[in-house]
Every structure is written in C-alpha cells, then in structure tokens.
C-alpha cells in the first residue's frame, strides 16, 4: 500500500473512531439515587416557576426510598411533544398541563382515569372535599382525568394612591359592574391628545364576564355547549360598551407599551392601570416585586341581576399517561403535590407558587393560613375557590376550538367590525359547523 | 461497479435521510389527506371529505389563501425590484463598498425570530421607532401589528429588512455579465439607461427568475413572522396559509385536513411555477 494510501486509510479510521465514540458517548445519569424507581416528570414552568418546581421535586425525593422524580421543564410546545412522545411510545409518566387538552387526550384515551389509581376511601374524600371548580377541572365524561396543583382565579386588584389620590376611600369598592365601569372612567386619565396616560379600568374578558350574567359557555348539568344565550350576549354588549368609552385603537396604543406587562414591570406596579383584572399568582409577585406598594383586591362585582363570586377558571393539573411506565410513582408524586395525602406538608407548596388550593383541607392548614395573614389580599381568592359560579372551560374535545373562536369573536365585536349580536350569531355558527364536521368525519365533539 | 458503491455509500446517508424524513412522510400525506388522523389513533379513510370540506365550507382556508396570495403578489416583486436596485449600487467600485456590502447583507443573517422581536419593537404603536418618527414630523402613526388594515402590510415591510441575501445572488450575476458587451455599447453609444435596460437586466433575468422562483415558493410557506408577531390576527388578516395549515394539524389534532391543505398548497405553488416556467421563454435570455 502507497504512503498516501496508508494515511488517507490512517485518517479515516481516525474520523470513524471519533463519530463512534461520541455516539457511544455514554449519557449522563440524571438520578442521584440510582437504585430508586425512576419517575419522568414533564412541566412547562420556566425562570422563577422553575425553581419553585425544583424545590418540590428536591422535597419529594428527599421523602422517598422508593422513587425518585426527575423533571424536565419544557416551556414550548409541551404538548405537541407530549402526543410525540406518547405516539412514538415513550412519554413521560407525570405531566404538568394548563393548556386546553384534557378532554382531547381522555377521548383519545392518551391519559388515565385518575380514580382507577386511588382507593375507595380516596376518591370519596376527592370528591366530597375538592372544591367544585377542581372537580370540574379535572373531569370528562364521569372520570377524573387531572388533578389540580394550583388553582387560578383573577379578581380586580386596585392601588390604594390612586383611589386616595381621586378623593375615594380605598376601602370601599364598587358593589356592582355598572358603578366599576363608571369609577373606571373617572379615574382614567387622558392627555390633551385624547389618548390614555392611565387606564382607570378595562373590562374583563367575555370568558370571564359571562358567568358574572347569569351566562357561561357550558351548560353543567345537561352537558352542552351553550353559545348564543341572553346573558352571555348582556355579557359581550357590557365589553363593547365598556370598550366603547375608551376607544378601542386608544386601549390598543396604550397598552402596547406594558411591555411583557410580567412580574416586576406589570403595568399595574408602574401605575399605569388603576384597577386591575388578574390572577392569583399576582399576589406573591406583587410581594416580591412591590412590597410597599399599597393595593387592595376584590372580586369581580356582579351586575344588576347577575351573580357574585363567578368567572372564569383554570388550573395547572396533573395527568398520567397511558403509557407511562411507572404510574405508581407518578400518583405518588401527584398525591404528595396536590396534598391529597398530607394536605399540612403540600400548603407550603401552593404559597410557593402563590397558586389556590385544592380544597379547604389544604386551604386551612396553619401554614396557608399564615400565608394568608402574610398577604390579606389572598383571602379574597381564597374565599372565591367554594362558589359554584366558577367556570372552568368546556370540557369538550374541541375545547381548544371553542376557546378560540370565542376570542375571535369577542374581539370582531370590540373592533365594531360585528354588533354584539352578529357576533354571538357567528360565534354559534362557527362553532356549530365545526363540531358538525368533526361528527361527520368520526370525530368526537 | 466498485466505484459506483464506493460512491453509493458516500451519499448513503443523505439518501436515507431523504427517503425515511422526506420522501416517505411526502408519500404518506398523500394517503393521511384522505382520512381522519390526530395522531394517536390509526387513520381512517375519509375519501374526499377534508378536500370537500376545505374548498367548499371553510371560509378560513379561502381567507388564508387570499392572504397567502395577496402577499406573496405584493412582496415578492417588491423584494426583487428592490434587492436588484441594492445590488446595482453595490456594483459600483466606490471606496469602502465591501463595507456597505457587509452592512447591506447583515440583516438576512438574522436568525428569523430575533428578527421579528425586533420589528415588534419597531412597529410598537406607542414606543416605536417608526411611529416616533412619524410623530416628529407630525403624523400620528397606526398601530400597525393590531390593526386589520395595515398588520399585512406591516410584514411586507419587515420582508424588506431580508434582502440581503438575494441582493449577494444579484450582484454575482451582475459580476458575471462579460465587460465586453458594455464596451460594445459604448463603442456603439449607448448611454447608462439604454446600457441598463438593453444589457444589464436581459443578462441578470436567470438570476432574476431565480430568485422570483424561490420568492413565491418562500411566500407560499410564509409561517414564523407572522406567527410571533401577529398570530394571524387581527381579524385574519395575517391568517397565512402555513399559520392556518399548523393550527389544525398541531393545535386541534386534525392532521388529515392539514395534510389536505398541504397537498392543495403543493398544487398551487407546482402550477404557479409551472406557469413560471413556461413564461420563461419569452423573458429569460440565457448565456452571452
């Protein structure tokens, strides 16, 4: 063989060596304790949210001989790489969710029923002592599919100084909607040019209004969709009106100057809104971000003939694969969470993330109360969480569908390209074809 | 023979790669458009019901492909006109032209999404650069990302920030045009416009049809901006095919429709550059 020859084949081998042996490459184990069972926990919590995960997980695996939970947050495109993973065979055996996915996936018979893992006396205590929207979150057709780690309500937060600052006692709020929306004008402030320099207050989303009217886009009790009602249509024409005042462009040019409008620099902390509508998590932020600041919460106030205590709800749930391999683990792991086995140790949990609790188990524990004690405004969430006015969304497969098109169509109607009217008319339609064609085609609804 | 396996195995690979993530997955869309598919269950056939349904009853698909086409009639030649003047000044020898080349060419190195939060923050209504020029000479400036009327337009403006890249394309080809046909011109009398519109463009319309070519393929797919910077809002506006494709295979599991409108997708961009083609003849001169 020529020298070349040699050197060329020397040089190869070297290449092919080099490719082999990072492929062999042998992967980092990531468990500190190897002979435990192993438990893939999958979340979508990034930064500050990280961490308080982190800090769950490290108290699990501190309580445990058996298993060992090892997270992985994935921030984007969880749940598409949640059906990839259970298609391809190789999901997780836990996942975090929030997002609309839970009646597809129990459909589809992706995740299992929860019940099918607790005992008789479990699921007895579940359901007599779980809130109602906790129930509701977790359910499709009878079973319960996810159970909430941290329930989200929102309320008006309002700043103390810009009450005072207008001649109003901070401590009295408005009884009702009508009396908010006017207040809200009062304190809006505007330049000479006309656009807002402070957003007095902004209504909430049609979501979240029209269980306030006596509405809602699902009927419970006979399990339907229900679109086109009087009192979700009160709820849309309130938006407008409310929208209306302030001009619609002008709300848009105003608020694309919050930014991320997130943590330290929320619009409300910058005092650029006077009476807030936010969620729950906003509390422990606004501990964080702005101790000083002198704020007060309230609920939503109905309006005349509507409900009290109702809106909108969510919550970050727990789900098991089918597929998981080790679903023991991972209702172990849920248990621990959620405070379905020691309600005292898992308090501590949910005032880490500022979330809502699972039940007044959780709720009345000395730790969550001296949370409460911490930060008095939580309790107004808190006393939230028993009304049976709080909506959780539809629990339909195509609920990612409907969410959608109900904030198309609210927003068609804010923009005055549609009347309250033509919108819900074509909110109704639009859902109604698609779920028609979904049936056609073999779907479930 | 040896040789050819040598030469085989080479491209082995590739080959795999092409045929396991590129050709099998193009041949089994063909299939999955015909059925009902999310995924996790086994596709059931559907016959034509996801065609019937796209062209018949979804009044988004027919928006999505108005918007799709109407960006890629505006954008398209735009791009090129402005992409073939940029390079036509990067072609004259003056000191310091490698710079500008490198300051021209820049942009379309830009990763895609770091490209788009930058012209969120341009385009902001309140805080942006664009308006707060506008305000300085008096004009108040729409709010061009969440306004139906100028969200569209707002994207061909930021498809302009890219050229870059096509003006690098236009200014090799303008190197390549031979001298001596400027020198004949001159001999003959010619002056820069005859010399531009007789010389210049003719040689660089391969180029040009290029770059046209790929222009409208790359607008048929137009998918990252619009999903970060409008969602396809406000009002549909920016409801791009690709954006309304992805919706329906990843956000609600339909993957059998989404498969029906890339197929639909494919026919219109093979016919439209068919059509393309068969132009050619009487536009494109090739060679000198």
Known sequence: MAPKSIIRFVLMALLGCSVLAILAWPVPNPMKHPERKQVRFWHMWSGEWKDVVDKIVKRFNDSQTEYEVVSLSIPDSASTKFILGTAGGNPPDVMAQWEAVLPTWAENKMIVPLESLMTPAEWKNFKETAYPAVRKVGMYKGHLYGVTIGMNVSACYYRADQFRDAGLDPEVFPPGLEELDELGMKLTKKDKDGSITRLGYLSAPWKMLAPAFGGGFYDWKNEKLTLNTPQNLRALQYMVANRKKLGYENVVRFQSGFGSDSGAVWSFIGGAQTICFDGAWRVTQMGQYAPKLDYRLRPMPPPKGGVPLAGATNGNFMIVPSGARNIAGAWEFIKFWSGLSHPERAAEFYTWGGWLPLSPAVANTPIYQAYIRKYPQFKFLVDMMPSENLQPPPPIPAQQYVSDAIEKYQDLALRGSLSPEQAIGALEKDVNHELARRMELGYAG | ?288
């Open chain 2, 1 to 288: 023979m040896r040789k050819n396996l040598v030469g085989y195995a080479f491209i082995a690979p590739w080959l795999i790669g092409f045929f396991l993530f590129v050709a099998g997955p193009f041949v089994a869309s063909v299939y999955l458009s015909f059925t009902r598919y999310d995924i996790l269950s086994p596709p059931v056939w559907v016959g034509f019901a996801n065609y019937k349904s796209l062209i018949t009853e979804d009044p988004i698909f027919w928006k999505s492909l108005g918007v799709t086409v109407k960006y890629a009639i505006v954008s398209v030649p735009l791009t090129v006109v402005a992409a073939v003047a940029l390079a036509l000044l990067m072609n004259i020898n003056v000191k310091g032209i490698t710079i500008y080349r490198t300051i021209f060419y820049l942009p379309s190195i830009v990763p895609t999404v770091a490209t788009s939060m930058i012209f969120l923050s341009i385009l902001n209504p309140q805080l942006g650069l664009v308006n707060g020029i506008l305000k300085s000479t008096g004009v108040i400036g729409p709010a061009w990302l969440s306004d139906a009327k100028w969200a569209l337009w707002s994207l061909v403006f930021m498809a302009m920030w890219g050229i870059g890249g096509s003006m690098i394309i236009y200014l090799a080809g303008l190197k390549d045009i031979p001298t001596y046909l400027y020198e004949a011109a001159l001999l003959d009398g010619a002056n820069a416009l005859t010399r531009m519109r007789r010389i210049t463009l003719p040689m660089l319309t391969p180029v040009i049809f290029f770059n046209l070519v790929m222009g409208i393929i790359g607008a048929f797919q137009y998918f990252t901006q619009a999903l970060i910077l409008t969602k396809g809002g406000p009002e549909d506006s920016t409801r791009f095919y690709a954006l309304y494709l992805f919706d329906r295979a990843w956000k609600y599991g339909d993957m059998g429709y989404a498969s029906a409108m890339a197929w639909i997708l494919f026919v219109v961009v093979a016919v439209i550059t068919t059509g393309l083609f068969k132009t050619q003849k009487k536009w494109v001169h090739y060679g000198a």
